[in-house]
Every structure is written in structure tokens, then in C-alpha cells.
């Protein structure tokens, strides 16, 4: 069974050779240079890439190609590359390299012998894997000197495929590679520059679309390492996930950075609103090339991208001709910038699609244009810059001559203000004159005022004394004439007495005579009456006593000191003074509760009580008339937070909402004109706040008043 198998593959060999023989194959005779084979070449096309290598290799589709650089656009289909190879040189090792770092996989087969090795590689592969360790595709083959050896080539590539193939020495295709490294070196130091230099200025002028700036820089060159393979080589190179995904994500990101470059350096909200607004649509695709990249359908993002960037490029284009033709000269730098890499991407994209040929200037023409753009660009950047500097000369020297303007005219109306403010302060000291002239006619008026209210109050105080006193020495001076004659008589009975003592008449007759002068002058009478008289008086100098000593207590003199005082004496002395307007009509009830000795001033708090009370026997004469039913109701308690609380209440008319609010107010009365000053309670007010106590009051019309006055205790 062994043998037939070998037999079996030993006669598709065979085939295959004179298949071979068919094909025209690549004569190799310069060792020293590379050649390019793509239009040697025969291409099969693997719709659902299943064709085994030996499946490829017995396949008859093959068809031959005459392009330099065949052209097998954007397609999921694998493909097979058949070409073969005659080496006329004397140096056998040769190597085919396969400059397209982009292509997903690729598997190249060296047939000989009747056998077939397959070397399998791509950016679906790690990095470390390849024969050689550089971007480009190199497989090393051996053909000695005048044979010749056939070999196939499949790729599969989500992105464009083209095969710029070329043979040479190992030694040739090294000095190739050298070559195209340094030139993208070169490409890469101006791309490092021109972002480190941005990023110089925008640390030091702290302009913003400098950042925006340096990330374009970014990006782009970041797109030109990933196209070349740079990126795959140096940053990941063991993750064939970020080769792929890299391919769509630094391509968005080049066109998300050009917008916001575009709209801060163009001042697009400025001077084309309309279509700064439209470039959103543009981000929002790039939102889901995004979003489609990172779930692995690359083969459409990269579409969308190629086709969203064109349309993109060719929008800013359009802005940037509408933005210069309205005189912004950074707009002319920009479209000068735009135009160069407009026009090499559309080399690169005529080259995709096979309208250019592949060349030495096709695939440096998207770096070149790159370059001068960033270039060109820092350069307008520099000069919008130099711009804002002239604007902001301009701006300061128009500034500098506004602000000697503005100093002359102020200078100007400092003289008019100095002569004004001169003319005004004199108006005003004159003013300040007769208003101090007012204040002290005031301060004088309220003197005299508060003397008044002292003065009405003493008079007050001078009539129920008066009052109070009349009445017990009337009853004395009227018992005095009863007493006198009185002990009068006694004084003749003496006599008369005496003389009968001396007298030689006999016992009897004297004591017969002695009750004659008796019965006369009715002497048992006499002592009884003279002893009423004594008891009046007697009852008379009490009371007189009992009213100078109300007095004594109601009018202190050290009121200017604080001292202890008892506050139910003090209010007794005040009911004392006021009894006189009672008129034996209005009651006065006393609740004192026992209270302690409180620091006050007691001659000013008698007087408060005094104005309370004498106001509530007022309202209670308007009420009640000449009729009885009035009381004034006095209470004092001690409550919570050490202080006592004085309820002086009457039953009197009470007072209004708005009476309530202005009673403490200085000259408020409701009194007819000329029955009070209006200060009595202003003063009350101010003398229980210099106690640190309140008063309030409460009123209903028709019902009474109640005023509640609370200080503390000590001090």
C-alpha cells in the first residue's frame, strides 16, 4: 500500500514538472541586483481557501499574469502564486522577499525532489517565527548554478493585496531591506521631531491646539510604522490581535486628531459653523469602524476606513478653499499642507486600484506627503502664531493708547471732581452744621421731653402722696380741738378740786361738792371721748408713717447702683402711690409669691411699674366710667432659668394688632392730647433691656392687657 502511494505522488511530480515547463520561468543573472518576477507569475484564485498544498500544486486553474506588480485588490479569497525560477549566477543561495508586511498569511512552498516544504507566516503569526526577523516577507531558497526550481505562494489578507515579488542574492535583498529601513528612519526622526518640537511649544505657549497638534503627528506617523510593519516589529511583536486591530485603529484615529485640529486651527464655529457641524458625521463612522475593528471584522472596517477618509479628505479640501477664499491666511498654509497629502493619498489609493503602477515613488509618495504636510503645517502653526502675536501687539498698542486717553480724561475730570468735590464739602459742612444744630435742638427736645414724662410722674406721685396723707392729718388736726377742750375741763375739774381740798369744809360736803363738778362737766364722758381722740390720732400718725415710708421705698435715690431689692416691696410702695386714682372704684389684687432679693435698679423698676399700672387704671376709667367692675391684677413668680415674672393684667378696653406693634415706640400715645408724652413705656422698654429682661404685652379689644416682665436674678 506504501509503494503505491510513493508511485502515485512520484507521477503528479512528474505532471507537475511538465506543467512546469509550460510556465516561463525567472532567469536569475545578476547576482548583484534584486528582480522584480511579479509578471512571471501565475495566479490561482482559493474562494473558501481549502485547497490542501498538494491540492495547489496538482491544480490546473492557473493563470498567467503580465503586471509588474499584480493587483489583487480587497478580497476574502486566498490565492495561489506559482512561478519558477532558473539560475544562471554561480552563487545558489537566493532569497525571495515579499515586501507587503500587511498580508495576514502567507505560506511559501519550495517543490523539488518529488516532495514539497511548506514554510507558513503572516501577521496572523508571532513575530519570532519568521525565517528572518524583518517586516518584509523573506524566504531563503537554494538553486544551484544553471537549474532551475519551481515554488508556490499563498496569500490571505483582509486588507488590499498586491505582489511586489522580487529575486535576489541573500546578500542583495539585505541591502534592500537596509535601504528602505533608513528611509523610513529618515521619515520617522521627521515625524519625532516635528512632534517633539510641537510639544516644546505647546508646554511653553500653553496652547491647547498645540496638543491636538502632536497627536495628528502621533497618529500618523503611527499609521505609516503599522502599513510598513515597523509598528508589528518593535511594538507587539508577539500579538498578531494588535497587528490586525492596529491596522483599523490608527487609520481613525489619524481622522479623528485632523478634525480637532481642523476645527481649532481653522476656527471652523467661526467661519463655517454649517460644516463644522458635518464633520461630527464623520467622527460617528470612525465611532463604528471603532466598534467593528475591535469585533474582528477588519476586512470591513478597513473598507469603510479607506472610503470615510476619502470623503473626509476631500470635505477638509473643500473647507479649507472656502475658509482661504474669505481672506484667513492660516487657511492658506493649511490647503497648501492638505493639498500635498491629499495628493499622495491619492497616489496611494490610484496604486491600490492598480491606475499607478507599483514604483519607488507610489510606495514612498503616502510617506513623502505625510512629511511635508506635518512640516508644513508646524510652519503655519508658527505663523498663526506670529499672527496672534502682531494681533496682540496691535491689541496692546491700541490698549496703551486708550489707557493714555483714558489717564488724560480722568486727569481731566480729577480737576473737575477735585473743584466739585471742594464746592460739595463745603455744601456739605454747612449741612452738617445745621444738622447738628438740629441734632442737639433734638437731643435737648428729648431731655426736656424725658423731664416732662420725670416731671408727670412726680406730679402723679405729689398728688396721691398729697392725697394719701390729707386724709389721716385731717383726722388728726380735727381730733385736736376735742382734745384740747376736753382737757380743758379736766383742767378746771382739777382746780376746782385742789381748791376744795384745801377748802375747811368736812369730808362729806367735800366729797358731795367733788360729785357735783362731776355731774357738771360729765366727767366719765370726758375720759371716755378723750380716750376715742387719742386712738384716732394715734390711728392718723400710723398711717401717715405707714404712706412716708411707700414713699421712701418708691423714690430711692441710689438707683444709679445696682443693688438687692425686694420686688414685692417695691410694687406695694407703687400700689400706695396709685391709690389716689382709684377712687374707690377699682380694685387692685395682689398675688405676690415669695421671691428672693434680685439685683436691679429699684427706683427706675418702681418707676416702670408705676407707668404699667397707672396706663391700666387709665384704660379701665374708659371702660368702667364712673362705674365700679375695673381691677388691675398683679402677680410675681419665680420661673425656670433664675428670674422672676411680674403679670401686671387689667380688664380694661385692650388695644389693636397695630397699637401693640408701636406701643414701646418713643411719642406713641393713645391718650388725649396733653394727658401723656408718649414716653412712659418707650422708657420702661429701655429700663428692663439695661435689667437684660423683656417685656411683652398681651391684649384682646374689649377683654383687657396683660404685660409680663421678666428679668434675672442676679446679674
Given at each position: 500500500m506504501r509503494q503505491i502511494k510513493v508511485l502515485l505522488l512520484f507521477i503528479t511530480c512528474i505532471l507537475f514538472q511538465k506543467s512546469v515547463l509550460a510556465q516561463t520561468p525567472v532567469v536569475y543573472r545578476d547576482a548583484t541586483k534584486n528582480v522584480a518576477i511579479g509578471n512571471s507569475v501565475q495566479i490561482l484564485e482559493d474562494k473558501n481557501s481549502q485547497l490542501s498544498v498538494q491540492q495547489a500544486i496538482d491544480a490546473t486553474g492557473y493563470v498567467q499574469t503580465s503586471q509588474q506588480v499584480p493587483n489583487l485588490e480587497m478580497s476574502t479569497s486566498a490565492f495561489w502564486i506559482k512561478f519558477a525560477v532558473t539560475n544562471m549566477t554561480t552563487v545558489a543561495d537566493l532569497a525571495i522577499e515579499y515586501p507587503y508586511p500587511t498580508i495576514d498569511s502567507v505560506i511559501f512552498v519550495d517543490v523539488a525532489n518529488g516532495s514539497a516544504q511548506a514554510v507558513s507566516t503572516g501577521e496572523y503569526q508571532p513575530f519570532y517565527t519568521r525565517q528572518v526577523k524583518h517586516q518584509n516577507y523573506i524566504f531563503n531558497i537554494n538553486i544551484p548554478q544553471g537549474t532551475t526550481k519551481t515554488f508556490l505562494l499563498k496569500v490571505r489578507s483582509s486588507e488590499q493585496i498586491q505582489l511586489p515579488l522580487a529575486l535576489g542574492t541573500t546578500q542583495s535583498i539585505l541591502e534592500s531591506l537596509t535601504e528602505r529601513d533608513l528611509i523610513f528612519g529618515l521619515y520617522a526622526g521627521i515625524i519625532l521631531v516635528m512632534l517633539f518640537y510641537n510639544l516644546f511649544v505647546y508646554f511653553t505657549v500653553r496652547d491647547s491646539i498645540y496638543l491636538n497638534y502632536v497627536l495628528y503627528i502621533l497618529f500618523v506617523g503611527l499609521t505609516q510604522a503599522c502599513v510598513q510593519g515597523y509598528a508589528q516589529r518593535f511594538l507587539y511583536p508577539q500579538s498578531p490581535y494588535l497587528a490586525n486591530l492596529m491596522m483599523v485603529v490608527a487609520p481613525v484615529f489619524v481622522g479623528?486628531?485632523?478634525?480637532?485640529?481642523?476645527?481649532?486651527?481653522?476656527?471652523?464655529?467661526?467661519?463655517?459653523?454649517?460644516?463644522?457641524?458635518?464633520?461630527?458625521?464623520?467622527?460617528?463612522?470612525?465611532?463604528?469602524?471603532?466598534?467593528?475593528?475591535?469585533?474582528?471584522?477588519?476586512?470591513?472596517?478597513?473598507?469603510?476606513?479607506?472610503?470615510?477618509?476619502?470623503?473626509?479628505?476631500?470635505?477638509?479640501?473643500?473647507?479649507?478653499?472656502?475658509?482661504?477664499?474669505?481672506?484667513?491666511?492660516?487657511?492658506?498654509?493649511?490647503?497648501?499642507?492638505?493639498?500635498?497629502?491629499?495628493?499622495?493619498?491619492?497616489?496611494?489609493?490610484?496604486?491600490?486600484?492598480?491606475?499607478?503602477?507599483?514604483?519607488?515613488?507610489?510606495?514612498?509618495?503616502?510617506?513623502?506627503?505625510?512629511?511635508?504636510?506635518?512640516?508644513?503645517l508646524s510652519f503655519a502653526l508658527a505663523d498663526k502664531i506670529n499672527i496672534l502675536r502682531q494681533e496682540k501687539e496691535e491689541s496692546q498698542a491700541q490698549a496703551f493708547a486708550a489707557l493714555q486717553e483714558n489717564t488724560r480724561i480722568i486727569n481731566e475730570q480729577n480737576v473737575m471732581l477735585e473743584t466739585k468735590v471742594k464746592e460739595r464739602t463745603f455744601e456739605l459742612n454747612l449741612s452738617n452744621e445745621e444738622l447738628n444744630k438740629t441734632l442737639h435742638e433734638l437731643k435737648e427736645a428729648e431731655m426736656q421731653l424725658v423731664e416732662s414724662e420725670k416731671m408727670a410722674s412726680l406730679g402723679q406721685l405729689t398728688a396721691g402722696i398729697a392725697h394719701e396723707i390729707n386724709n389721716p392729718i385731717n383726722f388728726v388736726t380735727s381730733n385736736v380741738k376735742p382734745l384740747q377742750r376736753d382737757i380743758d375741763m379736766i383742767l378746771d375739774v382739777l382746780e376746782k378740786v385742789e381748791g376744795l381740798t384745801y377748802s375747811d369744809i368736812s369730808n362729806d360736803d367735800k366729797k358731795r361738792q367733788i360729785d357735783a363738778l362731776k355731774q357738771e362737766y360729765d366727767f366719765d364722758y370726758l375720759k371716755t371721748e378723750i380716750g376715742y381722740l387719742l386712738k384716732g390720732i394715734n390711728e392718723g400718725s400710723s398711717r401717715t408713717a405707714e404712706i412716708v415710708k411707700g414713699l421712701r421705698i418708691f423714690s430711692r435715690l441710689d438707683e444709679d447702683d445696682l443693688k438687692k431689692a425686694d420686688i414685692n416691696e417695691g410694687l406695694e410702695s407703687t400700689t400706695i402711690i396709685v391709690n389716689n386714682l382709684l377712687d374707690n372704684k377699682i380694685e387692685i389684687v395682689k398675688e405676690y409669691d415669695s421671691l428672693p432679693l434680685v439685683d436691679c435698679y429699684p427706683g427706675k423698676l418702681n418707676q416702670v411699674f408705676l407707668n404699667v399700672i397707672s396706663n391700666g387704671i387709665h384704660a379701665l376709667k374708659q371702660k368702667f366710667k364712673d362705674q365700679k367692675g375695673g381691677h388691675v391684677t398683679i402677680k410675681t413668680m419665680r420661673v425656670p432659668g433664675d428670674k422672676i415674672q411680674i403679670r401686671i393684667a387689667d380688664n380694661g378696653t385692650g388695644m389693636t394688632e397695630q397699637t401693640k406693634k408701636k406701643l414701646f415706640e418713643p411719642f406713641f400715645t393713645t391718650k388725649d392730647v396733653g394727658e401723656g408724652t408718649g414716653l412712659g413705656l418707650s422708657i420702661a422698654y429701655n429700663t428692663i433691656k439695661k435689667h437684660n429682661g423683656t417685656i411683652d404685652v398681651e391684649s384682646e379689644i374689649g377683654v383687657g392687657t396683660e404685660f409680663i416682665i421678666e428679668i434675672p436674678i442676679a446679674q
Open positions: 479623528v486628531t485632523a478634525i480637532a485640529f481642523l476645527r481649532r486651527f481653522l476656527s471652523l464655529k467661526e467661519y463655517t459653523p454649517t460644516l463644522n457641524k458635518i464633520l461630527n458625521i464623520f467622527l460617528g463612522v470612525y465611532a463604528v469602524i471603532i466598534l467593528l475593528g475591535l469585533l474582528g471584522y477588519y476586512q470591513v472596517s478597513a473598507q469603510i476606513v479607506q472610503i470615510n477618509a476619502g470623503v473626509a479628505s476631500l470635505f477638509v479640501f473643500t473647507i479649507s478653499i472656502i475658509i482661504a477664499r474669505k481672506g484667513y491666511r492660516p487657511a492658506k498654509f493649511f490647503l497648501l499642507a492638505w493639498t500635498i497629502f491629499l495628493a499622495s493619498v491619492i497616489i496611494f489609493v490610484l496604486r491600490n486600484f492598480n491606475v499607478l503602477p507599483y514604483n519607488v515613488f507610489t510606495y514612498y509618495a503616502l510617506q513623502l506627503g505625510s512629511a511635508l504636510e506635518v512640516i508644513l
